[in-house]
Nanobody
Framework: QVQLVESGGGSVQAGGSLTLSCTAS????????MGWLRQAPGKEREGVAV???????TYADSVKGRFTISKDNAKHILYLQMNSLKPEDTAMYYC????????????????????WGHGTQVTVSS
């Protein structure tokens, strides 16, 4: 089981930027897709971005051109750079590691065996 700890959330005005970090530990053998999902109160969970084990990156249409996912393999840290933030980006953001399919499958919903962090809150005010 992979342990994931998110940080970097906070409150920002529309148009601002935040960078989320996810520190991972406890890897087992296997190729993980790692990414971010978010959920706002009263809304469906939404896949945001995923970085597959082969380096392929997939973004949700709602964040393309504004968010950038990256990973420091040496430090086992996953990042999500968020620019031009909008009030609709307000949500709890979760870091997820999944041995299952990546890409759009991951964004649609990680597998039942995926590992999740506890989340970090992002609030964007207008």
């Amino acid at each position: 089981q992979v342990q994931l700890v998110e940080s970097g959330g906070g409150s920002v005005q529309a148009g601002g930027s935040l960078t989320l970090s996810c520190t991972a530990s406890g890897y087992t053998a296997g190729s993980y897709a790692m990414g971010w999902l978010r959920q706002a109160p009263g809304k469906e969970r939404e896949g945001v971005a995923v970085l597959d084990s082969d380096g392929r990156i997939t973004y949700a249409d709602s964040v393309k051109g504004r968010f950038t996912i990256s990973k420091d393999n040496a430090k086992h840290i996953l990042y999500l750079q968020m620019n031009s933030l909008k009030p609709e980006d307000t949500a709890m953001y979760y870091c997820v590691a999944d041995l299952g399919l990546g890409g759009h499958y991951f964004l649609a919903g990680p597998s039942s065996t995926a590992d999740w962090g506890h989340g970090t809150q992002v609030t964007v005010s207008s």
